[in-house]
Protein backbone atom coordinates (compact mmCIF):
# COMPACT_ATOMS: atom_id res chain seq x y z
CA UNK A 1 0.00 0.00 0.00
CA UNK A 2 1.58 3.36 -1.28
CA UNK A 3 0.94 5.08 2.52
CA UNK A 4 3.16 2.82 4.28
CA UNK A 5 6.12 3.87 2.09
CA UNK A 6 6.53 7.24 4.47
CA UNK A 7 6.67 4.97 7.56
CA UNK A 8 9.07 2.10 5.69
CA UNK A 9 11.65 4.82 4.93
CA UNK A 10 11.69 5.90 9.14
CA UNK A 11 11.84 2.43 10.17
CA UNK A 12 14.71 1.83 8.23
CA UNK A 13 16.26 4.81 9.18
CA UNK A 14 15.71 4.43 12.51
CA UNK A 15 17.36 0.89 12.05
CA UNK A 16 20.15 1.71 10.57
CA UNK A 17 21.28 4.82 12.66
CA UNK A 18 21.47 2.48 15.96
CA UNK A 19 22.59 4.55 18.80
CA UNK A 20 23.24 7.87 16.52
CA UNK A 21 21.44 10.55 16.27
CA UNK A 22 21.49 10.48 12.41
CA UNK A 23 22.93 7.47 10.00
CA UNK A 24 25.28 8.82 7.00
CA UNK A 25 24.49 8.23 3.36
CA UNK A 26 27.12 4.83 3.76
CA UNK A 27 24.78 3.06 5.85
CA UNK A 28 22.27 3.49 3.18
CA UNK A 29 22.19 0.14 1.02
CA UNK A 30 19.55 1.26 -1.28
CA UNK A 31 19.09 -2.96 -2.28
CA UNK A 32 17.32 -2.95 1.42
CA UNK A 33 14.99 0.29 0.19
CA UNK A 34 14.56 -1.41 -3.47
CA UNK A 35 10.41 -1.13 -2.98
CA UNK A 36 11.29 2.97 -1.78
CA UNK A 37 13.29 4.27 -4.90
CA UNK A 38 10.93 5.19 -7.35
CA UNK A 39 9.88 7.58 -4.72
CA UNK A 40 12.79 8.35 -2.52
CA UNK A 41 14.86 11.82 -3.45
CA UNK A 42 18.20 12.09 -1.82
CA UNK A 43 19.29 16.00 -1.79
CA UNK A 44 23.06 17.25 -0.88
CA UNK A 45 23.93 19.78 1.37
CA UNK A 46 26.54 21.88 0.14
CA UNK A 47 27.99 25.17 0.73
CA UNK A 48 26.06 27.11 -2.14
CA UNK A 49 22.55 25.05 -0.97
CA UNK A 50 21.19 21.55 -1.58
CA UNK A 51 21.31 20.09 -4.89
CA UNK A 52 19.11 16.89 -6.30
CA UNK A 53 21.99 13.81 -5.77
CA UNK A 54 18.88 11.27 -6.98
CA UNK A 55 15.64 11.10 -7.86
CA UNK A 56 13.00 8.71 -8.06
CA UNK A 57 11.04 7.71 -11.04
CA UNK A 58 7.94 9.03 -9.81
CA UNK A 59 9.23 11.94 -8.46
CA UNK A 60 10.63 12.85 -11.65
CA UNK A 61 7.64 12.03 -13.92
CA UNK A 62 5.55 13.97 -11.56
CA UNK A 63 7.97 16.73 -12.06
CA UNK A 64 7.96 16.10 -15.57
CA UNK A 65 11.80 15.74 -15.49
CA UNK A 66 14.68 14.31 -13.95
CA UNK A 67 16.19 17.40 -11.64
CA UNK A 68 19.69 14.88 -10.90
CA UNK A 69 22.74 17.51 -10.33
CA UNK A 70 20.28 20.71 -10.30
CA UNK A 71 19.83 22.99 -7.55
CA UNK A 72 16.67 22.57 -5.46
CA UNK A 73 13.86 24.75 -5.82
CA UNK A 74 15.46 26.03 -9.05
CA UNK A 75 11.62 25.08 -11.34
CA UNK A 76 9.26 26.04 -8.67
CA UNK A 77 7.74 29.27 -7.00
CA UNK A 78 7.53 31.76 -4.90
CA UNK A 79 10.96 32.15 -3.19
CA UNK A 80 9.44 32.13 -0.24
CA UNK A 81 8.22 28.18 -0.75
CA UNK A 82 11.18 27.40 -1.91
CA UNK A 83 12.85 28.59 1.37
CA UNK A 84 10.06 27.17 3.80
CA UNK A 85 10.95 23.75 2.18
CA UNK A 86 14.32 23.82 2.25
CA UNK A 87 14.04 25.10 6.06
CA UNK A 88 12.75 21.56 6.49
CA UNK A 89 16.10 20.24 5.48
CA UNK A 90 17.81 22.55 8.17
CA UNK A 91 15.51 21.64 11.04
CA UNK A 92 16.02 17.99 10.41
CA UNK A 93 19.70 18.26 10.40
CA UNK A 94 19.51 20.73 13.59
CA UNK A 95 17.43 18.58 15.60
CA UNK A 96 18.69 15.27 14.15
CA UNK A 97 14.81 13.99 13.70
CA UNK A 98 12.51 13.57 10.22
CA UNK A 99 10.39 16.27 9.43
CA UNK A 100 6.95 15.47 7.94
CA UNK A 101 6.06 18.09 5.37
CA UNK A 102 2.69 18.91 3.77
CA UNK A 103 2.46 21.47 0.54
CA UNK A 104 0.27 22.09 -2.38
CA UNK A 105 1.42 22.31 -5.47
CA UNK A 106 -1.22 24.58 -8.38
CA UNK A 107 -0.26 23.51 -11.79
CA UNK A 108 -0.48 26.61 -14.66
CA UNK A 109 -3.76 25.19 -15.11
CA UNK A 110 -4.76 25.41 -12.31
CA UNK A 111 -5.29 22.04 -10.95
CA UNK A 112 -3.74 20.92 -7.40
CA UNK A 113 -1.62 18.41 -6.31
CA UNK A 114 -0.96 17.53 -2.89
CA UNK A 115 2.16 16.67 -2.01
CA UNK A 116 3.30 14.83 1.40
CA UNK A 117 7.25 14.88 2.38
CA UNK A 118 8.83 12.79 4.77
CA UNK A 119 12.83 13.92 5.13
CA UNK A 120 15.12 12.31 6.69
CA UNK A 121 18.74 13.57 7.76
CA UNK A 122 22.22 11.44 6.48
CA UNK A 123 25.27 13.01 8.61
CA UNK A 124 28.11 13.30 6.55
CA UNK A 125 31.26 11.15 6.70
CA UNK A 126 34.31 10.48 5.05
CA UNK A 127 33.03 9.93 1.72
CA UNK A 128 29.48 12.12 1.44
CA UNK A 129 28.40 15.43 2.74
CA UNK A 130 25.10 15.69 4.58
CA UNK A 131 21.97 14.51 2.86
CA UNK A 132 18.60 14.15 3.40
CA UNK A 133 16.62 11.12 2.15
CA UNK A 134 13.05 11.44 1.50
CA UNK A 135 9.71 9.79 0.50
CA UNK A 136 7.45 12.00 -1.55
CA UNK A 137 3.57 10.94 -2.26
CA UNK A 138 0.93 13.35 -4.31
CA UNK A 139 -2.29 13.26 -4.69
CA UNK A 140 -3.82 15.62 -7.97
CA UNK A 141 -7.66 16.37 -8.63
CA UNK A 142 -6.72 14.97 -12.73
CA UNK A 143 -5.23 12.19 -13.87
CA UNK A 144 -4.51 14.32 -16.97
CA UNK A 145 -2.56 16.87 -14.38
CA UNK A 146 0.24 18.00 -16.17
CA UNK A 147 3.93 17.91 -14.22
CA UNK A 148 4.56 20.21 -11.70
CA UNK A 149 8.18 21.65 -12.88
CA UNK A 150 8.24 25.09 -14.90
CA UNK A 151 4.67 26.07 -13.80
CA UNK A 152 3.75 25.03 -10.44
CA UNK A 153 3.26 27.54 -6.99
CA UNK A 154 3.84 26.13 -3.93
CA UNK A 155 2.65 26.59 -0.67
CA UNK A 156 3.89 24.32 2.37
CA UNK A 157 0.78 23.87 4.86
CA UNK A 158 1.88 21.81 7.92
CA UNK A 159 5.55 20.72 9.49
CA UNK A 160 5.61 17.99 12.00
CA UNK A 161 8.67 16.88 13.48
CA UNK A 162 8.52 12.87 13.70
CA UNK A 163 9.99 10.87 16.45
CA UNK A 164 8.25 7.56 16.22
CA UNK A 165 6.69 5.11 13.26
CA UNK A 166 3.44 6.31 14.88
CA UNK A 167 3.88 9.45 14.62
CA UNK A 168 4.42 9.21 10.58
CA UNK A 169 1.62 6.91 10.41
CA UNK A 170 -1.07 9.15 12.42
CA UNK A 171 0.59 12.29 9.97
CA UNK A 172 0.36 10.12 6.53
CA UNK A 173 -3.12 9.51 7.75
CA UNK A 174 -4.01 12.74 8.47
CA UNK A 175 -2.45 14.15 5.27
CA UNK A 176 -4.44 11.84 3.13
CA UNK A 177 -7.71 12.59 4.65
CA UNK A 178 -6.79 16.81 4.05
CA UNK A 179 -6.10 15.90 0.39
CA UNK A 180 -9.04 13.67 -0.19
CA UNK A 181 -11.33 15.90 1.08
CA UNK A 182 -13.12 18.53 -1.41
CA UNK A 183 -11.52 21.81 0.60
CA UNK A 184 -7.74 19.68 0.07
CA UNK A 185 -8.08 20.14 -3.56
CA UNK A 186 -7.18 16.43 -4.76
CA UNK A 187 -9.42 13.14 -5.11
CA UNK A 188 -6.78 11.71 -7.26
CA UNK A 189 -3.83 9.10 -5.25
CA UNK A 190 -0.77 8.18 -6.66
Avoid: K
Wanted: proline letters at 6%; glycine letters at 6%; aromatic letters at 14%.
Amino acid sequence: MPLTRHNELYRYWDRIRGGRGMPTRSDVDPLDIIRLLPVVGLIERRDEGYFWRLIGTEIAEHFGRNLTGERYGDHFSPTHFIDATMASFDAAFEREVPVFDEFVYRSDRGWTHAVSRLVCPLAADQTHPPMIIHTRLYRHENLQAAPVADQAWGELRNRFFIYSAEDVDRQTEEWFARASSPAGGAVQYY
